[in-house]
């Protein structure tokens, strides 16, 4: 079992950045990826990045690309999401998530971090 606890969400203005952490407790070594998601107000889930565990390979949705960064502290068993030049429609609630090591669905989630951004 893992357990994922978000922080570092807050209210920002157009233009300016966050850093979001994940700690991820429990057993990590069954964790084979690590993630960002996102849900605004009336919309579907979205994900916004994805970290390989083991190489560092990382995926990014469309809408953040060339402004977010995830990275990985395995010693410390975080995960964070650097956001930059963010923009209004980057408001929403962010999730962390972690894969077990053979599935295909991201097994545990976080409660979530409250991010707007006002105009």
Same mark, same amino acid.
Do not use: H
């Given at each position: ?23 991820? +407790?429990?057993?990590?070594?069954? %964790?084979?990826? @690590? ?7 009336? @919309? ?22 060339g402004r977010f960064?995830?990275? %990985? ?7 964070? %999401?650097?956001?930059? +030049? %963010? ?33």
């Amino acid at each position: 079992q893992a357990q994922l606890v978000e922080s570092g969400g807050g209210s920002v203005q157009a233009g300016g950045s966050l850093k979001l952490s994940c700690v991820t +407790s429990g057993d990590n070594t069954v %964790l084979c990826e @690590k993630a960002w998601y996102r849900r605004a107000p009336g @919309k579907e889930y979205e994900m916004v990045a994805s970290i390989m565990v083991g190489e560092g390979t990382m995926k990014y949705g469309d809408s953040v690309k060339g402004r977010f960064t995830i990275s %990985l502290d395995n010693a410390k068993m975080m995960v964070y %999401l650097e956001m930059q +030049s %963010l923009r209004s429609d980057d408001t929403a609630t962010y999730y962390c998530a972690a894969r077990r090591c053979g599935t295909t669905l991201f097994n545990y989630w976080g409660q979530g971090t409250q991010v707007t951004v006002s105009s």
